[in-house]
């Protein structure tokens, strides 16, 4: 139990401090998480601090399990009963515990994902206020009024889009349904005020299921912990000592909820780096580690970092330099390597061309693809680089971040188990019955589900009393047969809900009664689909209780779908998936003016202040955009390649007339950046030659997450 062993100065004191409050600034690959580890491990060993009254809040759920392995290899059984898990996964279990003080109606509410979201969402901007329904103008032709109709729902789309994201922000910064309807409040600008009025009918949406989104999870324990003194007190006293990892990318309400469960007696430690402040859209914001903490709080900084070389470093801490900021950023390794190499390119697919032969010279040379990542500050300018790396051979990546509960069969599958539980749950039901049956439309999905809701049946009995003509619903005979089945199916699977099945059996079940794979899965694709879900009832195997496996798979969204071959092949990314990560090699494309800094990021930074709930703290802007250049600078341990085109072609273009300017980033200059120019790459490189017509997917060839 040598805890302090293989720790820097810097590090020992941090872990040794004897303070309520400290703030440890963890500059990248200072050893943050070996730190929290060895803090943690002292608390419990040389403080004496139980296990069970230490709280450490990561923010995802594999840094939480990580954390976890390490401290009990440290301390062993001292580490049992630890509490470990994120804002989201601890905000869960306090709600349960308190659910009737909560604005929830019983302790079995429901998390909801993305999709649901949406698809509540979708029902909440209709309502008066909101964006209202379409309403044909009896002015007008039918072919005019089905052009209006079109446009009215494409600009729907849009606003439900910007809603969900209005939503999201302002329930990060603490603003309620209540006071966003509150008819005496000031007067807001029309489009708040419409988003004002789909907020309000969204949470009625929730509230009237028994649901919860993520935004909620947070602000709810919190309104819960302001609202209830004996509450609080219960929940903080439970609490000696308090940890947050990755502190500098929390929210508002994150915040005041790390203030409230440590009111009592205080202990706390944040980690984090504000030079990796980068979430800005979700909440984030600079000073989010000092507002937790406290004026009072002891302050140390971890300066050696074990990853870079100081050719890297070098540029990484430049660009930060130039935000405003306290004291100059400090953070060396003592390590020398090759220098940074900066290249302009005539074209983004020349600039695509030279990075793909580059990368095949590094595997040639013998390093692994697995630890070579082309990084980029958005999605769209990936494409030329997956054609270039396909043209060359290499076998790559793109992660998207998406999660293996992201994808469309596993999502299937988890509304087959949620209706197993609870066969009133009208969205699940939409989600599958149309996805599932052949001759019922979504107008007879939705007219069942309104039945079941009207007779307060359970959505199975709907589904066979729709067969009927009485109930009102005029189904043809395919749809009173995909009726019928379906309605069989659920009732299967309603009955091994009520009996309590382990979730692998109501899995199998659900696979089996609604013949999933042949119904919805074409013959292209089914073995992906079948390894998702393979791996979906893998996880289930942990669980006994279908509920706890359900609420844990709706908080588990950084679990990746890298299988064995996946880790062996080049990954491009974005910068924000990046984030925690570390290659050998990195390329840093794309960096030319329009699109590193991202204009619209700049443009649209915060401008509110902590507390002011309808704007949110300040954040994002032009500083983030440089913080977003440090993070991608100092995943590189050996080398470092950026690049700009002088001339990019849209994804709309086709012409390389029609291609708009580039040129280098301003961030080029701001490192001191001096570059090379590239000429053009040849026909061959390019992959201009003619060749057979083929489907863009046997062009490229490889994997797409």
């Given at each position: 139990?040598?805890?302090?062993?293989?720790?820097?100065?810097d590090?020992?004191?941090?872990?040794?401090?004897?303070?309520?409050?400290?703030?440890?600034?963890?500059?990248?690959?200072?050893g943050?998480?070996?730190?929290?580890?060895?803090?943690?491990?002292?608390?419990?060993?040389?403080?004496?601090?139980?296990?069970?009254?230490?709280?450490?809040?990561?923010?995802?759920?594999r840094a939480?399990?990580?954390?976890?392995?390490?401290?009990?290899?440290?301390?062993?059984?001292?580490?049992?009963?630890?509490?470990?898990?994120?804002?989201?996964?601890?905000?869960?279990?306090?709600?349960?515990?308190?659910?009737?003080?909560?604005r929830?109606?019983?302790?079995?509410?429901?998390?909801?994902?993305?999709?649901?979201?949406?698809?509540?969402?979708?029902?909440?901007?209709?309502?008066p206020?909101?964006?209202?329904?379409?309403?044909?103008?009896?002015?007008?032709s039918?072919?005019?009024?089905?052009?209006?109709?079109?446009?009215?729902?494409?600009?729907?789309?849009?606003?439900?889009?910007?809603?969900?994201?209005?939503?999201?922000?302002?329930?990060?910064?603490?603003?309620?349904?209540?006071?966003?309807?509150?008819?005496?409040?000031?007067?807001?600008?029309?489009?708040?005020?419409?988003?004002?009025?789909?907020?309000?009918?969204?949470?009625?949406?929730?509230?009237?299921r028994?649901?919860?989104?993520?935004?909620?999870?947070?602000?709810?324990?919190?309104?819960?912990?302001?609202?209830?003194?004996?509450?609080?007190?219960?929940?903080?006293?439970?609490?000696?000592?308090?940890?947050?990892?990755?502190?500098?990318?929390?929210?508002?309400?994150?915040?005041?909820?790390?203030?409230?469960?440590?009111?009592?007696?205080?202990?706390?430690?944040?980690?984090?780096?504000?030079?990796?402040?980068?979430?800005?859209?979700?909440?984030?914001y600079?000073g989010?580690?000092?507002?937790?903490?406290g004026?009072?709080?002891a302050e140390?900084?971890?300066?050696?970092?074990?990853?870079?070389?100081?050719?890297?470093?070098?540029?990484?801490?430049?660009?930060?330099?130039?935000?405003?900021?306290k004291?100059?950023?400090?953070?060396?390794?003592?390590?020398?390597?090759?220098?940074?190499?900066?290249?302009?390119?005539?074209?983004?697919?020349?600039?695509?061309?030279?990075?793909?032969?580059?990368?095949?010279?590094?595997?040639e040379?013998?390093?692994?693809?697995?630890?070579?990542?082309?990084?980029?500050?958005?999605?769209?300018?990936?494409?030329?680089?997956e054609?270039?790396?396909?043209?060359?051979?290499?076998?790559?990546?793109?992660?998207?971040?998406?999660?293996?509960?992201?994808?469309?069969?596993?999502?299937?599958?988890?509304?087959?188990?949620?209706?197993?539980?609870?066969?009133?749950?009208?969205?699940?039901?939409?989600?599958?019955?149309?996805?599932?049956?052949?001759?019922?439309?979504t107008?007879?999905?939705?007219a069942?589900?309104?039945?079941?809701?009207?007779?307060?049946?359970?959505?199975?009995?709907?589904?066979?009393?729709?067969?009927?003509?009485?109930?009102?619903?005029?189904?043809?005979?395919?749809?009173?047969?995909?009726?019928?089945?379906?309605?069989?199916?659920?009732?299967?699977?309603?009955?091994?809900?009520?009996?309590?099945?382990h979730?692998?059996?109501?899995?199998?079940?659900?696979?089996?009664?609604?013949?999933?794979?042949?119904?919805?899965?074409?013959?292209?694709?089914q073995?992906?689909?079948?390894?998702?879900?393979?791996?979906?009832?893998?996880?289930?195997?942990?669980?006994?209780?279908?509920a706890?496996?359900?609420?844990?798979?709706?908080?588990?969204?950084?679990?990746?779908?890298?299988?064995?071959?996946?880790?062996?092949?080049v990954?491009?990314?974005?910068i924000?998936?990046?984030?925690?990560?570390?290659?050998?090699?990195?390329?840093?494309?794309?960096?030319?003016?329009?699109?590193?800094?991202?204009?619209?990021?700049?443009?649209?930074?915060r401008?509110?202040?902590?507390?002011?709930?309808?704007?949110?703290?300040?954040?994002?802007?032009?500083e983030?955009?440089?913080?977003?250049?440090?993070?991608?600078?100092?995943?590189?341990?050996?080398?470092?390649d950026?690049?700009?085109?002088?001339?990019?072609?849209?994804?709309?273009?086709?012409?390389?007339?029609?291609?708009?300017?580039?040129?280098?980033?301003?961030?080029?200059?701001?490192?001191?950046?001096?570059?090379?120019?590239?000429?053009?790459?040849?026909?061959?490189?390019l992959?201009?030659?003619?060749?057979?017509?083929?489907?863009?997917?046997?062009?490229?060839?490889?994997?797409?997450?």
């Amino acid at each position: 139990m040598e805890i302090l062993q293989g720790l820097d100065a810097d590090q020992e004191l941090a872990v040794r401090s004897s303070s309520n409050s400290s703030i440890v600034t963890a500059g990248a690959g200072t050893g943050k998480t070996r730190t929290l580890t060895a803090r943690i491990s002292h608390l419990i060993v040389e403080r004496g601090i139980p296990a069970d009254q230490i709280m450490a809040v990561t923010f995802t759920n594999r840094a939480a399990a990580e954390l976890r392995e390490r401290i009990a290899d440290n301390i062993g059984p001292l580490a049992a009963g630890l509490r470990l898990g994120t804002f989201h996964g601890l905000s869960n279990r306090i709600l349960r515990r308190h659910a009737e003080y909560a604005r929830l109606r019983s302790s079995n509410f429901e998390i909801i994902d993305e999709d649901q979201s949406k698809e509540l969402m979708d029902k909440a901007v209709r309502v008066p206020g909101a964006f209202g329904v379409f309403r044909p103008d009896p002015a007008l032709s039918e072919a005019e009024n089905l052009a209006a109709s079109k446009e009215f729902e494409s600009n729907l789309r849009g606003f439900t889009s910007r809603a969900l994201s209005q939503v999201a922000a302002w329930k990060s910064s603490g603003l309620t349904d209540e006071e966003a309807g509150d008819p005496a409040r000031p007067a807001r600008s029309e489009q708040e005020e419409r988003l004002a009025a789909a907020y309000c009918a969204y949470q009625y949406e929730l509230e009237s299921r028994n649901m919860v989104d993520f935004g909620d999870l947070i602000m709810k324990t919190v309104m819960l912990l302001r609202g209830h003194e004996d509450i609080r007190l219960l929940e903080a006293g439970r609490i000696m000592h308090m940890l947050v990892d990755e502190a500098q990318d929390a929210d508002f309400m994150q915040v005041e909820w790390v203030r409230l469960l440590t009111s009592v007696h205080g202990g706390l430690t944040v980690v984090g780096d504000e030079d990796q402040n980068i979430y800005a859209f979700k909440g984030g914001y600079p000073g989010a580690m000092r507002d937790m903490a406290g004026p009072s709080a002891a302050e140390f900084t971890l300066r050696t970092n074990r990853r870079c070389t100081e050719e890297i470093l070098k540029p990484a801490v430049t660009i930060v330099g130039y935000n405003r900021r306290k004291g100059k950023k400090e953070l060396f390794s003592g390590r020398h390597g090759a220098p940074v190499r900066v290249t302009g390119h005539p074209t983004d697919a020349n600039e695509a061309a030279w990075v793909a032969a580059r990368v095949a010279e590094l595997i040639e040379g013998g390093a692994s693809p697995s630890q070579i990542a082309i990084l980029f500050r958005t999605t769209f300018a990936m494409a030329p680089f997956e054609e270039a790396l396909a043209r060359k051979g290499v076998a790559a990546k793109v992660c998207s971040g998406t999660s293996l509960l992201a994808r469309e069969e596993v999502r299937d599958i988890l509304a087959l188990l949620r209706l197993a539980l609870n066969p009133f749950d009208d969205l699940s039901f939409i989600r599958i019955a149309s996805k599932m049956t052949k001759g019922l439309g979504t107008v007879a999905v939705d007219a069942i589900a309104a039945l079941a809701k009207a007779r307060d049946i359970p959505l199975h009995e709907a589904c066979v009393q729709a067969t009927d003509a009485s109930s009102g619903i005029a189904l043809k005979k395919p749809g009173r047969t995909a009726a019928a089945s379906l309605g069989s199916a659920l009732q299967v699977l309603a009955e091994e809900g009520r009996w309590g099945s382990h979730p692998f059996d109501i899995i199998g079940t659900a696979l089996r009664e609604t013949a999933y794979f042949e119904t919805v899965s074409n013959p292209g694709d089914q073995s992906d689909r079948k390894a998702n879900v393979e791996a979906l009832q893998r996880l289930a195997e942990g669980f006994q209780d279908p509920a706890l496996f359900l609420q844990e798979m709706a908080l588990l969204t950084d679990i990746e779908d890298v299988s064995e071959a996946d880790m062996k092949k080049v990954r491009l990314l974005t910068i924000h998936a990046s984030k925690g990560l570390e290659f050998d090699h990195v390329f840093c494309p794309a960096f030319d003016d329009g699109v590193m800094p991202n204009p619209r990021a700049v443009d649209e930074g915060r401008k509110g202040k902590p507390g002011d709930r309808w704007n949110g703290p300040q954040g994002g802007g032009l500083e983030e955009e440089r913080r977003l250049a440090h993070v991608a600078f100092t995943r590189a341990r050996h080398t470092l390649d950026v690049s700009f085109p002088w001339q990019r072609r849209s994804r709309m273009q086709k012409s390389a007339k029609k291609s708009k300017s580039g040129g280098p980033s301003s961030f080029l200059e701001e490192c001191a950046f001096v570059w090379k120019e590239i000429g053009p790459a040849t026909t061959a490189e390019l992959g201009l030659k003619k060749t057979a017509k083929k489907s863009r997917a046997e062009r490229l060839g490889f994997d797409r997450d």
